[in-house]
């Protein structure tokens, strides 16, 4: 079905909501009433627009802002788990795990030792042919 | 027997840029970014439902690439006039995509249209490159 042009800028608009405040604490309600339309339409229609459900969108937003701290910060997974706008430490790991396939802290683990690799040996992160056909370790 | 495709590359004009485009507007993940004793800048890429397929951006122009000066020469001719067709991404609704990369600055050579195969807009990446940007119908190929 053809949604409007004013439809699909709602829609958008209510996404680029998302992205701008997924840590905090927003829900179907709050993103429908950004968009000016019903709470059945609203999630009928972003689901055909983006394929995922609001919900899915905003965890998705929300668990890879989390791979971001993870990689890159020092902070606690619990401190990580509030700032990216979970409410509960448990259910952020279920997710965290299901999406990613590993558990927060060993995601955290990996990253590290991807990273010291990559310090340590920077040629280990290209495959070989790349280093012999551009001759990068000259 | 050959399964996949697991790295590719993309030359750009300017790491950089190149990184603000496909990272930043795009919303690629980097997946790795390592720059070697000689300059050259090990960057890569994975689109957002794709981890396991790595892009390498990467600039012939310098950077510690060993081309030798014909071959600068002739990427740098096709590189600035943005001619390389890189590929296709694909997007659950290209309009709304459209009307999402616009309003972050990206820039179109041609509108969503209608194409028997789906719903297609054609999108520059300001470093050299355009790409094929389609909303496959259902049941098409892509």
């Known amino acids: ?138 | 027997m050959i399964t996949k495709l697991s790295h590719t590359t993309i030359y750009v004009t300017d790491q950089a840029k190149a990184y603000d485009f496909y990272v930043k507007k795009l919303g690629f993940r980097v997946h790795t970014d390592a720059t070697m004793p000689n300059g050259f800048r090990w960057l890569t890429v994975t689109p957002p439902e794709q981890p396991e397929l790595e892009i390498a951006l990467l600039t012939p122009l310098d950077g510690g690439m060993q081309f030798d000066e014909e071959a600068k020469k002739a990427f740098k001719v096709l590189l600035d006039k943005g001619a390389l067709g890189a590929g296709v991404f694909n997007t659950p609704d290209c309009r709304a995509t459209y009307e999402e990369l616009k309003s972050k600055g990206v820039v179109f050579k041609s509108e969503p249209k209608e194409q028997f195969y789906g719903i297609e807009a054609v999108i520059t990446d300001g470093v050299g490159n355009w790409f094929s940007m389609t909303q496959p119908k259902e049941g098409a190929a892509g």
């Open chain 1, 1 to 138: 079905m053809q949604i409007p042009p004013d439809v699909y800028r709602k829609i958008i608009y209510a996404k680029k909501f998302i992205d701008e405040h997924f840590q905090e604490s927003i829900n179907l309600n709050a993103i429908s009433r950004k968009a000016c339309i019903s709470r059945f339409h609203f999630h009928r229609l972003f689901t055909q627009v983006y394929n995922k459900t609001p919900h899915q969108y905003l965890t998705l937003k929300r668990i890879d802002y989390a791979t971001d701290l993870l990689k890159n910060d020092e902070v606690s997974v619990q401190e990580i788990c509030y700032r990216v706008g979970f409410e509960s430490l448990g259910s952020f790991s279920t997710l965290f795990k299901k999406k990613i396939g590993h558990a927060p802290r060993n995601f955290r683990n990996r990253a590290w030792f991807r990273k010291e690799q990559s310090r340590l040996q920077p040629l280990s992160q290209i495959p070989h042919c790349f280093i012999e056909r551009f001759q990068v370790q000259h």
